[in-house]
């Protein structure tokens, strides 16, 4: 199925070196994949003399302006404005012009921009970032994984909706497994904003309404969706990262300090590259928002062209009709039973 | 120097199986050592007629009670009460028998206890479980790890002291520095109760406190102390612990799954060794309560005998004298500014 995707060329640490060349080859890849690229057009065209692509799979749309990395939310909306990168290629999917809105830029700006133009679905007060995290396995869905440093019991739940609805969409899973990230897995633990999120997840979710998940349990993949607050997604995920780093680096200590270990790793290299490829941080490269009328995907500020161009082939895998249809359909439920309590 | 350790020989998943063997294996390494057992004493005895052990280092108070992994604290304290070895190894420092307390036992419950009997020292309202958080070329302590799941702004400067006054003891620094977890290192970021936290680090510790550090930080060894809440610190602590275990399972997948893999791992096998060591929670095992008038190490309640020993070692490295005064020293300089408020 044909997908077009819009893309904010000047967002990220590398601009549009990384953002063309990534959907350049995203496109050599996935051939039902069209792009617009929104941002300086002389810059974009400039660019693309050097690279192979097909021009019908193309536009490019001008834009005078680009949201810094360090531009506040607050001013990403009101002194940038509608002239930025961001803002046309947000808007190019509420006006239909585009499936899915991918950037590479300042998280905070494309969330506030997002929520601006797009809207949050009825039911949903908040959007909310979320993550495909490895397991043995596969993959759970977490979130949120940095938009909303404090949170409600309610918007936890509507997390759940989000995440499970994803869930069913990405996994192609009829009745994902759910759980709520706490400190340990008896009814007492946690405060009471989880305590009281818990009861009302098991209320809407039922059987697959798993309970309290532990930090571990996000990387043995003990449910299918992990629902947490902005504040604990974020310092769980920084914290993975920083310990997959730590080993990497031990990892490298350890097979360069002796000569034996030197050895055993030149025999062993196709068995290294698939463990380096396993934990590149590029494979999982995209974090969705989610919550809105509309796909938006973040991808990593700092990625390469390979890393872009695999948060755009993970773009065209998403289905907005699906995934809300769903959301709907548990909005609808969680109203019915709140009509009853 | 001579330390006495008290022990809870019943506590753990594993009990006296583990806690006997384990502190007669540290004993045998550390000839300064002597400990007192709390627990059963006819199994005690029973225990240590199979094991090699110079009998003037080791004495056994008998004790009724057990408290078990899933006794809530509160019923610790009510009707288990002192009669347990959990009781006795806390009160035996309580009374200047032992240097540190030492137990395997259910965490919450062993915190409850700690409190009770040693109060916490003027000025900390709570206490707070620490660990060494390992990073490419030393360890961080950071705090807290579970105990306190809701603080104030206060509380946490109080964990800052707590860390900064057990890292200037174990790590010998006369300037540690230290950082305060959250989700961005720009000022406006996280709660409100961490932007005040920070502000009144950052007069307290002056040049020493390097301000916000992020999940990916801690790995990264940024600084030698991390403040965060109870809640924060226990899902960061096993996130990471999970993320290990995930790529261990990563390692032995891809060198166990092609000829050259496992013949490379068979040549790098003194690297793989020296790998997993590096990885090996049991050498890290043992968490340390900060705050109280005595110092008390929680061991992994899962641990074999040879974590149970180090966990013990460990114990013997820490003076309470040290620690505690110069937390007297930082509790007088807060009150001191905060008067000039």
Known sequence: MEKIISIDAMGGDNGIDVTIEGACLAMKRQKELSVIFFG?????????????????????????????????????????????????????????????????????????????????????????????????????????????????????????ILGYSYAKSVFSKNDPTIGLLNIGHEEMKGTEIIQDASLK????????????????????????????????GNIALKTAEGTARLIGHFISDVFGGSTMGKLGYLIGKSAFRALKDKMDPRELNGGVFLGLNGLVVKSHGGTDILGFSKAIEFSTKLSQNDISSEIKKLIAKKKDYESKD
């Open 40 to 160: 300086n057009e002389r810059l974009i065209i400039e660019k693309l003399k050097n690279i192979e692509y097909s021009k019908d799979k193309i536009e490019v749309i001008h834009c005078d302006k680009v949201v810094e990395m360090d531009t506040k939310p607050i001013d990403a909306i009101r002194r940038v404005g509608k002239e930025s990168s961001m803002w046309g290629c947000i808007n190019a999917i509420s006006e239909g012009k585009a499936d899915i809105a991918i950037s590479a830029g300042n998280t905070g700006a494309l969330m506030g921009l997002s929520t601006i133009i797009l809207r949050t679905i009825d039911g949903i007060e908040r959007a909310a970032i979320s993550s495909l995290w490895p397991n043995k396995t596969s993959h759970s869905v977490v979130l949120d994984l940095g938009a909303n440093v404090e949170v409600t019991s309610d918007q936890l739940v509507q997390f759940g």
């Open 201 to 232: 997840m098991k209320e809407l979710f039922s059987r697959d309404y798993i309970g309290y998940v532990e930090g571990d349990n996000l990387s043995l993949g003990k449910s299918d969706v992990v629902v947490t607050d902005g504040f604990t």
